[in-house]
């Protein structure tokens, strides 16, 4: 299904950086409770992913990736997860996350 530039601009993709990693063991997959700062216009926000397959805790401490923090928040288990963290998905489900080459400002907008 094509998709015009409208609809892809309605996506608000930032990229901002993991300054907390929490076990998820209520999830019903494997996941991990992120806190994410996104700089000071959007504060910061949490988000389940399911990326234990490939990641430790340690290695995604001060990580920056790329997430969608314009969906409405969504309740998984006892947590509310306020953005979607963006990966490729590979077919046994594990997920490499999307992050930048160099280190960039918190909160710089994908386009």
Known sequence: ME???????????RVGTIIEVNDFP?????????TI????????????AQITKRYH???????QIIAVVNFPKKQIAN???????????????????????HSIPNGWRIS
Do not use: H, Y
């Open 3 to 13: 998709i015009t530039w409208n609809d892809f601009e309605k996506v608000e993709m």
């Open 26 to 34: 209520n999830a019903r997959k494997p996941a991990f409770q992120l």
């Open 37 to 48: 700062d996104f700089g000071s216009q959007l504060g910061i926000r949490k988000s389940s």
């Open 57 to 63: 805790k340690e290695e995604l401490l001060n990580r």
């Open 79 to 101: 947590f509310m997860s306020e953005c979607l963290v963006m990966g490729a998905v590979g077919d046994q489900g594990d997920v490499v996350l999307l992050e930048p080459t």
